[in-house]
């Protein structure tokens, strides 16, 4: 089994900055063979998709909406992924989860439904 469990989120003025992480447990397996993601919930909105890392970080992809402001990263010796979030908005304000995918070969990994395991979030909140 795969635990996740996030932390970091908390109350945040619109152009400040905030650091997200994810850390895992997992009996029996080696975190850096699994790619990890970040997506957000905001009420009334869709789940939307925010980053990805593979289990080496040798490769990322971010969506639109944060590319240039977020950055993924992850320390496989430590067991955790992190989001560094910077020049936030408030349209930033979410629920902010991290997911880990056991799947391998996929193309895009940007779809909630490719992700195994999921921590329990932590919210973000941007004032204006």
């Known amino acids: 089994q795969v635990q996740l469990v996030e932390s970091g989120g908390g109350l945040v003025q619109a152009g400040g900055s905030l650091r997200l992480s994810c850390t895992a447990s997992a009996s029996g397996r080696t975190f850096s063979s699994y790619r990890m993601g970040w997506f957000r919930h905001a009420p009334g909105k869709e789940h939307e998709f925010l980053a990805t890392?593979?289990?080496?970080?040798?490769?990322?992809d971010y969506a639109d909406s944060v590319k240039g402001r977020f950055t993924i990263s992850r320390d496989n010796a430590k067991n955790t992924m992190y989001l560094q979030m910077s020049s936030l908005k408030p349209e930033d304000t979410a629920v902010y989860y991290c997911?880990?995918?056991?799947?391998?070969?996929?193309?895009?990994?940007?779809?909630?439904?490719?992700?195994?395991?999921w921590g329990q979030g932590t919210q973000v909140t941007v004032s204006s």
């Open positions: 890392i593979s289990g080496s970080a040798g490769s990322t």
């Open positions: 997911a880990l995918t056991t799947r391998t070969y996929y193309y895009s990994y940007r779809s909630r439904s490719l992700y195994d395991y």
